[in-house]
Protein backbone atom coordinates (compact mmCIF):
# COMPACT_ATOMS: atom_id res chain seq x y z
CA UNK A 1 0.00 0.00 0.00
CA UNK A 2 2.98 2.44 0.71
CA UNK A 3 5.94 1.71 -1.16
CA UNK A 4 4.50 3.22 -4.69
CA UNK A 5 6.74 6.34 -4.95
CA UNK A 6 9.86 4.63 -3.11
CA UNK A 7 11.35 3.56 -6.68
CA UNK A 8 11.00 7.33 -8.07
CA UNK A 9 13.14 8.33 -5.35
CA UNK A 10 15.70 5.35 -5.21
CA UNK A 11 15.51 3.35 -8.09
CA UNK A 12 16.10 0.02 -7.40
CA UNK A 13 15.26 1.32 -3.41
CA UNK A 14 13.93 -1.28 -2.02
CA UNK A 15 16.54 -3.67 -3.34
CA UNK A 16 17.01 -6.52 -0.19
CA UNK A 17 13.67 -5.41 1.47
CA UNK A 18 13.06 -8.78 1.65
CA UNK A 19 16.13 -9.77 3.90
CA UNK A 20 16.41 -6.80 5.91
CA UNK A 21 14.79 -8.14 8.92
CA UNK A 22 16.51 -10.60 8.82
CA UNK A 23 20.12 -9.96 7.88
CA UNK A 24 20.58 -6.54 9.62
CA UNK A 25 20.46 -7.51 12.78
CA UNK A 26 22.92 -10.13 14.27
CA UNK A 27 20.44 -13.03 15.78
CA UNK A 28 19.83 -12.89 19.67
CA UNK A 29 19.84 -16.00 21.74
CA UNK A 30 16.15 -15.84 20.48
CA UNK A 31 16.65 -16.51 16.83
CA UNK A 32 20.39 -17.82 16.69
CA UNK A 33 19.51 -21.64 16.75
CA UNK A 34 15.88 -21.43 15.78
CA UNK A 35 13.60 -23.63 17.84
CA UNK A 36 13.99 -26.67 15.32
CA UNK A 37 17.12 -27.48 16.22
CA UNK A 38 16.55 -26.79 19.64
CA UNK A 39 13.55 -29.11 19.93
CA UNK A 40 15.78 -31.82 17.81
CA UNK A 41 18.12 -31.38 20.71
CA UNK A 42 15.75 -32.21 23.58
CA UNK A 43 14.26 -34.98 21.67
CA UNK A 44 10.31 -33.38 21.66
CA UNK A 45 10.82 -33.21 18.14
CA UNK A 46 9.29 -36.86 17.87
CA UNK A 47 6.46 -36.31 20.07
CA UNK A 48 5.21 -33.36 17.52
CA UNK A 49 2.90 -34.20 14.80
CA UNK A 50 4.15 -32.71 11.17
CA UNK A 51 1.29 -30.27 11.57
CA UNK A 52 2.19 -29.19 14.90
CA UNK A 53 6.09 -28.48 13.74
CA UNK A 54 4.49 -26.72 11.23
CA UNK A 55 2.88 -24.15 13.34
CA UNK A 56 5.61 -24.08 15.61
CA UNK A 57 8.19 -22.94 12.57
CA UNK A 58 4.83 -20.71 11.64
CA UNK A 59 5.00 -19.27 15.11
CA UNK A 60 8.78 -18.99 15.46
CA UNK A 61 8.77 -16.84 12.62
CA UNK A 62 6.52 -14.25 14.06
CA UNK A 63 8.94 -14.08 17.27
CA UNK A 64 12.34 -13.59 15.18
CA UNK A 65 11.15 -11.40 12.79
CA UNK A 66 10.19 -8.93 15.17
CA UNK A 67 13.33 -9.27 16.65
CA UNK A 68 15.45 -8.40 13.46
CA UNK A 69 12.69 -5.72 12.80
CA UNK A 70 13.01 -4.11 16.17
CA UNK A 71 16.83 -3.77 15.16
CA UNK A 72 16.56 -2.38 11.99
CA UNK A 73 14.37 0.27 13.72
CA UNK A 74 17.01 1.19 16.38
CA UNK A 75 19.45 1.48 13.28
CA UNK A 76 17.21 4.26 11.78
CA UNK A 77 16.54 6.11 14.84
CA UNK A 78 20.35 5.86 15.74
CA UNK A 79 21.79 6.58 12.86
CA UNK A 80 19.47 8.75 10.76
CA UNK A 81 17.04 10.21 12.98
CA UNK A 82 19.16 11.21 16.04
CA UNK A 83 22.18 12.83 13.44
CA UNK A 84 23.18 15.37 14.56
CA UNK A 85 24.79 16.79 11.09
CA UNK A 86 21.64 14.94 9.00
CA UNK A 87 19.15 17.37 11.64
CA UNK A 88 21.20 20.35 10.71
CA UNK A 89 20.97 20.12 7.02
CA UNK A 90 16.70 19.92 7.50
CA UNK A 91 14.52 22.25 8.94
CA UNK A 92 12.66 21.36 11.99
CA UNK A 93 9.38 20.37 9.95
CA UNK A 94 11.35 18.11 7.16
CA UNK A 95 12.72 16.23 9.99
CA UNK A 96 9.32 16.06 11.33
CA UNK A 97 7.20 14.90 8.14
CA UNK A 98 10.52 12.69 7.77
CA UNK A 99 10.61 10.55 10.87
CA UNK A 100 7.55 11.67 12.00
CA UNK A 101 7.18 9.10 15.76
CA UNK A 102 9.15 6.41 14.85
CA UNK A 103 10.59 6.54 18.21
CA UNK A 104 6.55 5.84 19.57
CA UNK A 105 6.74 2.71 16.50
CA UNK A 106 10.13 1.50 18.08
CA UNK A 107 8.56 1.25 21.19
CA UNK A 108 5.39 -0.38 20.78
CA UNK A 109 7.82 -3.14 18.72
CA UNK A 110 10.07 -3.72 22.12
CA UNK A 111 6.92 -4.10 24.55
CA UNK A 112 5.49 -6.61 21.83
CA UNK A 113 9.00 -8.11 21.22
CA UNK A 114 9.83 -8.57 25.04
CA UNK A 115 6.35 -10.14 25.52
CA UNK A 116 7.03 -12.80 22.54
CA UNK A 117 10.58 -14.00 23.88
CA UNK A 118 9.14 -14.02 27.40
CA UNK A 119 6.70 -16.62 25.55
CA UNK A 120 9.87 -18.24 23.99
CA UNK A 121 11.32 -18.89 26.89
CA UNK A 122 8.62 -20.31 28.95
CA UNK A 123 8.89 -23.90 26.62
CA UNK A 124 10.71 -24.89 23.79
CA UNK A 125 7.62 -25.53 22.73
CA UNK A 126 5.37 -22.03 22.84
CA UNK A 127 1.54 -23.01 23.64
CA UNK A 128 0.68 -19.61 21.30
CA UNK A 129 1.48 -16.17 20.55
CA UNK A 130 -2.31 -15.40 19.46
CA UNK A 131 -3.13 -13.69 23.04
CA UNK A 132 -0.11 -11.30 22.55
CA UNK A 133 -0.51 -10.98 19.10
CA UNK A 134 -4.31 -10.02 19.77
CA UNK A 135 -3.61 -7.93 22.83
CA UNK A 136 -0.92 -5.80 21.16
CA UNK A 137 -2.81 -5.07 17.86
CA UNK A 138 -5.41 -3.71 20.38
CA UNK A 139 -3.68 -1.37 22.74
CA UNK A 140 -0.34 -1.18 21.45
CA UNK A 141 0.05 -0.38 17.66
CA UNK A 142 -1.70 2.88 17.38
CA UNK A 143 1.45 4.53 16.43
CA UNK A 144 1.64 2.78 13.63
CA UNK A 145 -1.86 4.18 11.98
CA UNK A 146 0.23 7.77 12.78
CA UNK A 147 3.15 7.06 11.43
CA UNK A 148 1.40 5.36 7.84
CA UNK A 149 -0.80 8.04 7.86
CA UNK A 150 2.00 10.21 7.36
CA UNK A 151 3.17 8.89 4.25
CA UNK A 152 2.08 12.00 1.89
CA UNK A 153 4.64 13.79 4.12
CA UNK A 154 7.13 11.80 4.34
CA UNK A 155 6.88 11.09 0.80
CA UNK A 156 7.28 15.01 -0.45
CA UNK A 157 9.29 15.73 2.29
CA UNK A 158 12.08 13.25 1.07
CA UNK A 159 11.79 13.93 -2.29
CA UNK A 160 12.32 17.71 -2.08
CA UNK A 161 15.11 17.03 0.16
CA UNK A 162 17.29 15.09 -2.42
CA UNK A 163 15.97 17.16 -5.23
CA UNK A 164 16.97 20.04 -3.86
CA UNK A 165 20.35 22.35 -5.21
CA UNK A 166 21.54 21.93 -1.05
CA UNK A 167 24.03 19.25 -1.34
CA UNK A 168 24.59 18.87 2.57
CA UNK A 169 21.86 16.67 3.06
CA UNK A 170 22.66 14.59 0.15
CA UNK A 171 26.63 14.81 1.63
CA UNK A 172 25.55 13.78 4.65
CA UNK A 173 22.96 10.97 3.85
CA UNK A 174 25.24 8.93 1.22
CA UNK A 175 27.85 8.83 4.24
CA UNK A 176 25.52 7.90 6.72
CA UNK A 177 24.03 4.85 4.24
CA UNK A 178 28.15 3.84 3.66
CA UNK A 179 28.32 3.14 7.44
CA UNK A 180 28.79 -0.90 8.12
CA UNK A 181 25.73 -0.78 10.39
CA UNK A 182 23.72 0.00 7.92
CA UNK A 183 25.36 -2.17 4.98
CA UNK A 184 25.32 0.02 2.17
CA UNK A 185 21.07 0.37 1.92
CA UNK A 186 19.46 3.33 1.38
CA UNK A 187 17.37 5.63 3.99
CA UNK A 188 14.31 4.72 2.27
CA UNK A 189 14.61 1.27 3.18
CA UNK A 190 14.68 1.83 6.80
CA UNK A 191 11.90 4.31 6.98
CA UNK A 192 9.44 1.61 5.16
CA UNK A 193 9.64 -0.97 7.70
CA UNK A 194 7.10 0.03 9.80
CA UNK A 195 5.09 0.22 6.82
CA UNK A 196 5.64 -3.21 5.78
CA UNK A 197 5.91 -4.79 9.13
CA UNK A 198 2.37 -3.83 10.05
CA UNK A 199 0.98 -5.30 6.22
CA UNK A 200 2.76 -8.53 7.19
CA UNK A 201 1.85 -9.55 10.81
CA UNK A 202 -2.05 -10.62 9.31
CA UNK A 203 -0.09 -13.01 7.08
CA UNK A 204 1.72 -14.41 9.30
CA UNK A 205 -1.16 -14.62 12.01
CA UNK A 206 -3.06 -16.18 8.85
CA UNK A 207 -0.50 -18.61 8.17
CA UNK A 208 -0.48 -19.87 12.13
CA UNK A 209 -4.49 -20.40 12.26
CA UNK A 210 -3.70 -22.22 8.53
CA UNK A 211 -1.49 -24.90 10.77
CA UNK A 212 -3.88 -24.48 14.35
CA UNK A 213 -6.17 -27.20 14.08
CA UNK A 214 -10.09 -26.03 13.87
CA UNK A 215 -11.45 -27.71 16.73
CA UNK A 216 -8.17 -26.90 19.30
CA UNK A 217 -8.18 -24.97 22.10
CA UNK A 218 -6.10 -22.10 20.53
CA UNK A 219 -8.09 -21.53 17.32
CA UNK A 220 -10.35 -18.97 18.49
CA UNK A 221 -7.64 -17.02 19.82
CA UNK A 222 -6.19 -17.02 16.96
CA UNK A 223 -8.56 -15.86 14.71
CA UNK A 224 -9.42 -12.93 17.01
CA UNK A 225 -5.76 -11.96 16.70
CA UNK A 226 -5.71 -12.10 13.03
CA UNK A 227 -8.90 -10.04 13.00
CA UNK A 228 -7.25 -7.80 15.71
CA UNK A 229 -4.20 -6.81 13.45
CA UNK A 230 -6.61 -6.84 9.94
CA UNK A 231 -8.07 -4.04 11.73
CA UNK A 232 -5.27 -1.75 12.49
CA UNK A 233 -3.69 -2.85 8.72
CA UNK A 234 -7.69 -0.88 7.81
CA UNK A 235 -7.16 2.03 10.25
CA UNK A 236 -3.24 2.38 8.61
CA UNK A 237 -4.60 2.37 5.17
CA UNK A 238 -7.55 4.36 5.96
CA UNK A 239 -5.23 6.92 7.61
CA UNK A 240 -2.88 7.57 4.34
CA UNK A 241 -5.41 7.67 1.91
CA UNK A 242 -7.12 10.09 3.59
CA UNK A 243 -4.00 12.38 4.02
CA UNK A 244 -3.12 11.49 0.22
CA UNK A 245 -6.29 12.45 -0.87
CA UNK A 246 -7.45 15.47 0.93
CA UNK A 247 -3.93 16.73 -0.47
CA UNK A 248 -5.23 15.75 -3.69
CA UNK A 249 -8.49 17.35 -3.65
CA UNK A 250 -7.23 20.68 -2.56
CA UNK A 251 -4.67 20.90 -5.19
CA UNK A 252 -7.12 19.75 -8.10
CA UNK A 253 -9.63 22.66 -6.90
CA UNK A 254 -7.23 25.14 -7.21
CA UNK A 255 -6.44 23.93 -10.89
CA UNK A 256 -10.90 24.26 -11.55
CA UNK A 257 -12.23 27.25 -13.17
CA UNK A 258 -16.18 26.71 -13.42
CA UNK A 259 -18.27 28.83 -16.06
CA UNK A 260 -21.00 28.64 -14.16
CA UNK A 261 -22.02 28.06 -10.31
CA UNK A 262 -19.24 25.84 -8.72
CA UNK A 263 -19.64 23.18 -6.44
CA UNK A 264 -17.42 22.36 -3.48
CA UNK A 265 -15.38 19.97 -4.69
CA UNK A 266 -13.10 19.17 -0.98
CA UNK A 267 -14.43 16.62 0.48
CA UNK A 268 -13.08 14.35 3.04
CA UNK A 269 -15.52 11.30 1.60
CA UNK A 270 -14.61 12.07 -2.38
CA UNK A 271 -11.41 10.75 -3.48
CA UNK A 272 -9.58 10.52 -7.30
CA UNK A 273 -10.96 7.30 -9.22
CA UNK A 274 -9.25 8.20 -12.50
CA UNK A 275 -8.50 11.09 -14.77
CA UNK A 276 -7.28 11.46 -18.19
CA UNK A 277 -7.81 13.31 -21.72
CA UNK A 278 -10.27 12.09 -24.41
CA UNK A 279 -11.56 12.51 -27.86
CA UNK A 280 -15.30 13.25 -27.73
CA UNK A 281 -17.52 12.64 -31.00
CA UNK A 282 -19.71 15.46 -31.07
CA UNK A 283 -22.52 16.03 -33.33
CA UNK A 284 -23.08 18.74 -34.87
CA UNK A 285 -26.65 20.40 -36.39
CA UNK A 286 -26.29 22.03 -39.89
CA UNK A 287 -29.58 23.15 -42.06
CA UNK A 288 -29.62 19.92 -44.14
CA UNK A 289 -27.01 17.54 -42.61
CA UNK A 290 -25.24 16.50 -39.31
CA UNK A 291 -22.10 15.81 -39.05
CA UNK A 292 -19.65 14.73 -35.99
CA UNK A 293 -16.35 16.56 -35.14
CA UNK A 294 -13.99 15.87 -32.87
CA UNK A 295 -13.63 17.60 -29.80
CA UNK A 296 -10.42 17.05 -26.75
CA UNK A 297 -12.01 16.77 -23.48
CA UNK A 298 -10.41 16.23 -19.90
CA UNK A 299 -12.39 13.90 -17.25
CA UNK A 300 -11.78 14.08 -13.63
CA UNK A 301 -13.60 10.89 -12.38
CA UNK A 302 -14.23 10.93 -9.05
CA UNK A 303 -16.11 8.27 -6.65
CA UNK A 304 -19.15 10.41 -6.64
CA UNK A 305 -18.87 13.01 -9.28
CA UNK A 306 -17.87 13.24 -12.84
CA UNK A 307 -16.30 16.48 -13.94
CA UNK A 308 -15.95 17.19 -17.79
CA UNK A 309 -13.47 19.85 -18.49
CA UNK A 310 -11.51 21.35 -21.25
CA UNK A 311 -7.79 21.69 -20.86
CA UNK A 312 -6.50 25.67 -20.60
CA UNK A 313 -2.84 25.17 -19.81
CA UNK A 314 -0.60 22.71 -17.88
CA UNK A 315 -2.21 22.38 -14.78
CA UNK A 316 -5.72 24.46 -15.42
CA UNK A 317 -8.71 23.70 -16.54
CA UNK A 318 -12.17 24.92 -17.65
CA UNK A 319 -15.38 23.09 -15.97
CA UNK A 320 -18.08 22.67 -18.85
CA UNK A 321 -20.08 20.33 -17.02
CA UNK A 322 -20.54 17.26 -14.28
CA UNK A 323 -22.77 14.79 -13.45
CA UNK A 324 -23.22 12.42 -10.60
CA UNK A 325 -22.11 8.82 -10.67
CA UNK A 326 -25.17 7.45 -10.06
CA UNK A 327 -26.69 9.17 -13.12
CA UNK A 328 -24.13 7.73 -15.80
CA UNK A 329 -24.42 4.94 -17.78
CA UNK A 330 -21.45 3.86 -19.76
CA UNK A 331 -20.74 1.16 -23.09
CA UNK A 332 -18.68 0.09 -25.71
CA UNK A 333 -18.99 1.64 -28.91
CA UNK A 334 -17.91 0.91 -32.88
CA UNK A 335 -16.18 2.84 -35.42
CA UNK A 336 -19.26 2.95 -37.49
CA UNK A 337 -21.15 4.82 -34.91
CA UNK A 338 -18.93 8.26 -35.91
CA UNK A 339 -19.03 9.51 -39.30
CA UNK A 340 -16.91 12.45 -39.40
CA UNK A 341 -17.48 14.72 -42.01
CA UNK A 342 -14.63 15.85 -44.50
CA UNK A 343 -15.66 19.28 -43.50
CA UNK A 344 -13.19 20.40 -40.43
CA UNK A 345 -13.57 23.52 -38.17
CA UNK A 346 -10.33 25.35 -36.94
CA UNK A 347 -11.63 25.61 -33.61
CA UNK A 348 -13.17 21.74 -32.81
CA UNK A 349 -10.50 19.69 -34.67
CA UNK A 350 -8.27 17.79 -33.27
CA UNK A 351 -5.44 18.81 -35.89
CA UNK A 352 -2.04 17.00 -35.67
CA UNK A 353 -3.29 15.63 -32.32
CA UNK A 354 -6.04 13.33 -33.88
CA UNK A 355 -6.96 10.13 -32.00
CA UNK A 356 -7.70 6.69 -34.14
CA UNK A 357 -11.29 5.68 -33.68
CA UNK A 358 -11.06 2.07 -32.97
CA UNK A 359 -11.17 2.13 -29.42
CA UNK A 360 -14.49 4.18 -28.74
CA UNK A 361 -17.16 4.10 -26.26
CA UNK A 362 -20.25 5.59 -25.05
CA UNK A 363 -21.49 8.04 -22.34
CA UNK A 364 -24.77 9.06 -21.13
CA UNK A 365 -25.42 11.10 -18.06
CA UNK A 366 -27.68 13.66 -17.26
CA UNK A 367 -26.47 17.44 -17.05
CA UNK A 368 -26.17 18.72 -13.69
CA UNK A 369 -25.51 22.49 -15.56
CA UNK A 370 -28.37 22.15 -17.96
CA UNK A 371 -30.21 19.43 -16.57
CA UNK A 372 -30.47 17.82 -19.76
CA UNK A 373 -29.54 14.56 -20.95
CA UNK A 374 -26.20 14.29 -22.57
CA UNK A 375 -24.52 11.15 -24.79
CA UNK A 376 -20.91 11.30 -25.51
CA UNK A 377 -18.94 9.30 -27.76
CA UNK A 378 -15.48 8.50 -26.82
CA UNK A 379 -12.21 7.79 -28.09
CA UNK A 380 -8.54 6.38 -27.09
CA UNK A 381 -5.72 5.69 -28.35
CA UNK A 382 -5.23 2.22 -26.33
CA UNK A 383 -7.44 -0.61 -26.05
CA UNK A 384 -6.75 -1.01 -22.33
CA UNK A 385 -7.53 2.33 -21.65
CA UNK A 386 -10.84 2.01 -22.98
CA UNK A 387 -11.32 -0.84 -20.71
CA UNK A 388 -10.04 1.10 -17.94
CA UNK A 389 -12.17 4.34 -18.46
CA UNK A 390 -15.43 1.66 -18.55
CA UNK A 391 -14.73 -0.32 -15.56
CA UNK A 392 -13.68 3.22 -13.93
CA UNK A 393 -17.35 4.84 -15.08
CA UNK A 394 -19.39 1.39 -14.63
CA UNK A 395 -18.12 1.13 -11.23
CA UNK A 396 -21.13 -0.15 -9.68
CA UNK A 397 -21.04 -3.47 -12.43
CA UNK A 398 -18.01 -3.84 -12.06
CA UNK A 399 -17.81 -4.65 -8.40
CA UNK A 400 -20.84 -6.93 -9.32
CA UNK A 401 -18.14 -8.51 -11.52
CA UNK A 402 -15.03 -8.74 -9.09
CA UNK A 403 -17.54 -10.40 -6.59
CA UNK A 404 -18.55 -13.29 -9.33
CA UNK A 405 -14.62 -15.32 -7.90
CA UNK A 406 -16.42 -18.45 -9.93
CA UNK A 407 -14.17 -18.07 -13.21
CA UNK A 408 -11.37 -15.57 -11.97
CA UNK A 409 -7.62 -16.53 -12.90
CA UNK A 410 -5.38 -16.29 -10.08
CA UNK A 411 -2.13 -14.60 -10.08
CA UNK A 412 1.31 -14.29 -8.52
CA UNK A 413 3.49 -11.27 -8.74
CA UNK A 414 7.46 -11.60 -10.13
CA UNK A 415 7.95 -8.03 -10.88
CA UNK A 416 7.13 -4.97 -8.33
CA UNK A 417 4.92 -2.45 -9.44
CA UNK A 418 4.98 1.47 -8.61
CA UNK A 419 1.26 2.72 -9.65
CA UNK A 420 1.24 5.73 -11.66
CA UNK A 421 -2.36 6.12 -12.01
CA UNK A 422 -5.28 6.33 -9.29
CA UNK A 423 -6.76 3.35 -11.02
CA UNK A 424 -3.86 1.21 -10.84
CA UNK A 425 -2.62 -1.39 -8.34
CA UNK A 426 0.39 -1.52 -6.13
CA UNK A 427 2.46 -4.99 -6.44
CA UNK A 428 4.96 -6.23 -4.40
CA UNK A 429 6.63 -9.51 -5.10
CA UNK A 430 4.74 -12.56 -3.95
CA UNK A 431 1.53 -11.11 -3.80
CA UNK A 432 -1.44 -12.83 -5.40
CA UNK A 433 -3.81 -11.12 -7.22
CA UNK A 434 -7.39 -12.52 -8.45
CA UNK A 435 -8.00 -11.07 -12.35
CA UNK A 436 -10.87 -10.07 -13.13
CA UNK A 437 -10.34 -9.01 -16.84
CA UNK A 438 -7.39 -8.82 -19.13
CA UNK A 439 -7.23 -6.35 -22.06
CA UNK A 440 -4.23 -5.33 -24.34
CA UNK A 441 -1.33 -6.74 -21.86
CA UNK A 442 -3.21 -4.92 -18.55
CA UNK A 443 -4.65 -7.49 -15.62
CA UNK A 444 -7.46 -5.87 -13.65
CA UNK A 445 -7.73 -7.62 -10.48
CA UNK A 446 -8.60 -7.33 -6.92
CA UNK A 447 -5.06 -8.05 -4.59
CA UNK A 448 -5.80 -11.11 -1.92
CA UNK A 449 -3.82 -9.47 1.18
CA UNK A 450 -5.96 -6.32 1.17
CA UNK A 451 -9.25 -6.73 -1.43
CA UNK A 452 -7.39 -3.56 -2.92
CA UNK A 453 -8.49 -3.20 -6.68
CA UNK A 454 -6.55 -2.42 -9.65
CA UNK A 455 -5.12 -2.47 -12.82
CA UNK A 456 -1.30 -3.46 -13.79
CA UNK A 457 1.06 -4.75 -16.80
CA UNK A 458 -0.02 -8.68 -17.19
CA UNK A 459 4.06 -9.17 -17.71
CA UNK A 460 4.20 -8.42 -13.65
CA UNK A 461 2.60 -11.43 -12.60
CA UNK A 462 2.42 -15.57 -13.40
CA UNK A 463 -0.03 -17.27 -14.05
CA UNK A 464 -1.09 -19.77 -10.78
CA UNK A 465 -2.26 -23.39 -12.17
CA UNK A 466 -1.85 -25.82 -9.19
CA UNK A 467 -5.38 -26.10 -8.10
CA UNK A 468 -4.50 -27.10 -4.61
CA UNK A 469 -2.88 -23.77 -4.45
CA UNK A 470 -5.88 -21.37 -5.88
CA UNK A 471 -7.86 -23.29 -3.05
CA UNK A 472 -6.12 -22.16 -0.89
CA UNK A 473 -5.86 -18.97 -2.09
CA UNK A 474 -9.64 -18.61 -1.80
CA UNK A 475 -9.39 -19.61 1.69
CA UNK A 476 -7.20 -17.09 3.25
CA UNK A 477 -9.17 -14.65 1.15
CA UNK A 478 -12.08 -15.41 3.30
CA UNK A 479 -10.18 -15.49 5.96
CA UNK A 480 -8.32 -12.10 5.92
CA UNK A 481 -11.07 -10.38 4.32
CA UNK A 482 -14.10 -11.94 6.42
CA UNK A 483 -12.71 -11.44 9.43
CA UNK A 484 -12.07 -7.74 8.63
CA UNK A 485 -15.75 -7.23 7.73
CA UNK A 486 -17.17 -8.14 11.26
CA UNK A 487 -14.59 -6.00 13.77
Known sequence: MFKRFFSVVFSGGSQALGD????????????????????????????????????????????????????SLEILIRMFKNSTELSEAMTKTEHHHLFSNISDVCEASKKFFKELEERHNQSLVIDDISDIVCSHAESNFDPYITYCSNEVYQQRTLQRLIGSKNSAFKEVLTRIEGHPDCR????????????????????LMDTICQKTLKDSEHYETCK????????????????ARTMERTE??????????????????????????????????????????KRKSRHQVYFFLFNDVLIVTKKKGEDSYTVIDYALWDQIQVGTSHPKDVHLSPMKSPTSMLGSRQVGTNHLFWLCFRSNHSSENVRMILGTELQNERARWISALGQNDNDKRRHDRTNVIQVEVIRTYTVKQPDELSLQVADVVLVSQQVDGWYEGERLRDGESGW???????????????????????RLQGLETNV
Open 20 to 71: LWMSVAPMSSVSASGPGRQVKKSGLSEQLSQEERKRQEAIFEVISSEHSYLH
Open 184 to 203: NLPMISFLILPMQRITRLPL
Open 224 to 239: KALQAVSKVVRKCNEG
Open 248 to 289: MMYTINSQLDFKFKPFPLVSSSRWMVKRGELTAFVEDSGIFT
Open 456 to 478: FPAECAEKITCQATIERNMQRMD
